[in-house]
């Protein structure tokens, strides 16, 4: 990528900049030794607009920024249905989902069900959500931006992979929650800066040197296929967006699964001063959200215009940083690609430990654990997780063409059954701990016999029918047991409508935001 002296400073800046506030924000008073909610919640002190920035951060990661981009070089802007459905699945959460969860004065998710069913249904989620975030989310990130690190320095990809687990190993296990939503808000602004000067200078490259709106307008002309949001039975790539399923079928189930149950997001909600703080951090990030498709979509729609010479999709993004990014501005570029990786990194890792910490061993392996032992062990699992993602990491990556798609597949074997099991034991008190179990057990076993009976249908729809399946053995299992055998759920959750309510500020917010969504979708249809 010809990084010149002044690239290599910046980034190295960048990378010194975020050692140093993390291990600065770790720093506890005189006295005070670090307990478990300092170190897995930040001590409940999170403010709004910290809680918004870390949520960006966490999720914008090597994923979108190259495996996005290379699936906008290949399908368009409607793979940015993503992002923006997220943005409409974040006021759902604020509104309805989390005002329980603070109202519970929960650590993790699995402590919701165990709080709601049984610790059957906890341990099991726990074990499947730790190997998840291992061998998924933190090796998809590890690899994905590795490959961009090769490029840049000339080095084999599992060095690359090393070198980035090393910066997030150096901040994150020491300070925990706090020095992650900390160095995540610097990381926010590198990550959206650093994104736009490289759509900036793609755009400018469509153009000819005519200027970013000139470019988006020959972007139109030039590739207007790739501005369909809700794509045709045509489309080659139609099984991965099937139409209007992205409005009102299966990407609600991912989108609910990812931000309404998801550790390493709903985390930083947990760490919020209030309940107002955190429903406000998440309508702050469902703006962002709105403007995410700018820097990590259209990148690579300006990459296929500019006939990018890559042999897969997910070099799109390197591709624009090695020909089209200058001296001087590289280092900011590759900064915020940077950012996004370490942010998801330390996320995966600060959440698998607080799951492991939290649901296994104070909950089975030693209950009269002290907090000093629950943070050690916090550190611990931190350490062992990013350990065994390196190891697997390019190994089990190597030949995927869209890595992106490959994570959306996969965890969509589970994502309805988290569902079922999380929205009927938030709101439908019938719901009994057997019918969760087989709900949970049955999610994988369903999600493959769809697979394999209908393996032309796009895994959106296959998410969607597996979550009927999923509900309707939910509520014939929980109805059997309350009729005929008499079985009441010994835990539903109690709450009244007033736990709803939110003010002003937040309801015209989510309005401009419905608004803009419609919009797009209209525009773009």
């Known amino acids: ?106 650590f993790t998710m699995p402590q919701f069900l165990k709080l709601r069913y049984d610790d059957r249904i906890r341990t099991s989620l726990a074990i499947f959500w730790i190997m998840l975030y291992i061998f998924v989310n933190l090796t998809t990130v590890l690899y994905l931006s590795a490959l961009a690190l090769s490029v840049v320095f000339g080095v084999s990809t599992m060095w690359a992979i090393v070198g980035l ?55 139109f002309e030039q590739a207007p296929e790739k501005f369909d949001m809700i794509l045709s039975e045509e489309n080659p790539f139609y099984k991965d967006l099937p139409g209007m399923t992205v409005l009102f079928g299966g990407m609600w189930i991912a989108n609910i699964s990812y931000w309404g149950f998801n550790q390493y997001i709903v985390q930083r909600a947990l760490a919020a001063k209030s309940l107002k703080e955190v429903q406000w951090g998440l309508v702050f990030a469902a703006f962002l959200k709105l403007l995410i498709p700018l820097v990590v979509v259209i990148p690579g729609i300006a990459a296929f215009a500019l006939n990018a010479d890559i042999s897969r999709y997910d070099e799109a993004y390197p591709w624009l940083l090695s020909n089209l990014v200058p001296t001087g501005l590289k280092g900011l570029a590759f900064a915020a690609l940077m950012a996004a990786a370490l942010s998801s990194l330390s996320s995966m890792m600060n959440s698998t430990a607080t799951i492991f910490t939290m649901d296994i061993y104070k909950a089975h392996l030693k209950p009269d654990a002290n907090e000093k032992q629950l943070v050690i062990i916090g550190r611990l699992v931190s350490l062992t997780a990013i350990i ?32 079922v099991l999380f929205v009927f034991g938030l709101f439908w008190k019938k ?65 009244d409508r007033s736990l709803f309510r939110t003010d002003m500020i937040f309801n015209v917010a989510s309005f401009a935001i419905v608004l803009t969504l419609a919009a797009i979708y209209i525009i773009f249809w």
């Not at 065994?388 to 798609?405: H, R």
């Not at 969760?436 to 769809?450: D, M, R, W």
């Not at 009927?468 to 835990?491: F, Q, W």
């Open 388 to 419: 065994i993602a390196v190891l697997v990491a390019e190994p089990l990556l190597g030949g995927e063409e869209q890595i992106f798609q490959f994570i959306q597949k996969y965890t969509g074997y589970v994502s309805p059954g988290i569902v």
């Open 431 to 495: 719901a009994t701990s057997n019918a969760a179990l087989a709900t949970a057990i049955a999610s994988v076993p369903f999600s493959i016999i769809i697979d394999q009976l209908f393996p032309t249908m796009p895994f959106l729809d296959q998410m969607g029918l597996v979550f009927l399946l999923l509900s309707t053995l939910m509520i014939v299992y929980s109805l059997y047991e309350n009729k005929s055998r008499g079985i009441v759920p010994a835990n539903p959750i109690q709450y």
């Open 165 to 219: 687990a090393a910066v997030a190993v150096s901040y994150s296990i020491y300070g925990g929650l706090k020095a992650v939503a900390w160095t995540d808000v610097i990381q926010v602004v590198f990550l959206i800066l650093g994104g736009l000067v490289t759509t900036f200078l793609a755009l400018d490259a469509v153009s000819g040197g005519e200027g970013p709106m000139r470019g988006m307008a020959m972007l």
């Open 1 to 106: 990528m010809n990084f010149s002296t002044l690239d290599f400073a910046i980034f190295i800046g960048y990378c010194v900049l975020i050692i140093a506030v993390g291990i600065w924000v770790s720093r506890e008073k005189k006295g005070h030794i670090k307990n478990s909610t300092d170190y897995f919640l930040a001590s409940k002190s999170l403010p709004w607009w910290a809680i918004g920035a870390s949520l960006i951060a966490s999720n914008i990661s090597a994923e979108q920024f190259i495996g996005m981009s290379g699936s906008g070089f290949a399908i368009g802007l409607g793979i940015a249905s993503y992002e923006f459905m997220a943005a409409a699945t974040l006021i759902i959460v604020a509104k309805f989902f989390l005002p329980i969860y603070i109202k519970e004065g929960i």
